[in-house]
């Protein structure tokens, strides 16, 4: 999947193996921190690695931008369900306010609902993921384990074509969760 904004000259494509150290500068960036890139190479590690979910925005060949969604289960009465989040979204500082963070979600969640996926989760800020369709999850019977600096409504939802409210529980984060906050 590429998609090119002739406007704007940014392109979004699939992420490749030789981005990784682009992308890591991009979310370090992004985020002034080295735990999120750390989250980006312990997702791409593991087995809940979506590689047609993870894109990069490019402009003149330099990523500029990065989104993930993953694999995470919903439990609910010891039953664990197969769903996807999105994390982390990061744009290099210079590059912000320009529509690609809107663009990169709007791509990544289109290709998620191609793919049959029922919703997207993620922690986030209601003011920014709201306009992309997510709304608070509990209402929908989604709990998202937030921090304590984060309000209640960080825990979001997008219902894809294929939502099912039967799907409901608790989100357990997959293991690159953790590895990259102890590292």
Do not use: C
């Not at 929908?140 to 799907?167: C, F, K, M």
């Amino acid at each position: 999947m590429d998609t090119r904004n002739e406007s704007t000259g940014v392109t979004i494509r699939a992420e490749r193996q030789d981005d990784a150290a682009a992308i890591a500068s991009v979310v370090e960036a992004a985020f002034t921190s080295s735990v999120e890139a750390r989250l980006v190479e312990a997702i791409r590690a593991s087995a809940e690695y979506i590689p047609e979910l993870a894109l990069v925005a490019e402009i003149d060949g330099r990523v500029v931008g990065h989104v993930m969604v993953s694999g995470a289960v919903i439990e609910l009465k010891g039953e664990r369900i197969p769903i996807v989040m999105l994390s982390p979204l990061a744009v290099v500082p210079e590059f912000q306010k320009r529509g690609i963070g809107s663009a990169l979600v709007r791509d990544v969640t289109a290709e998620a609902d191609r793919r049959g996926h029922p919703f997207v989760i993620l922690e986030g800020s209601p003011v920014y993921y709201g306009r992309f369709g997510f709304e608070h999850a509990l209402p929908h019977g989604i709990e998202i384990t937030l921090p304590s600096w984060a309000p209640p409504e960080a825990a979001q939802v997008l219902r894809l074509r294929n939502y099912d409210p039967a799907v409901r529980g608790r989100v357990v984060y997959p293991p690159a969760f953790d590895e990259a906050v102890e590292h």
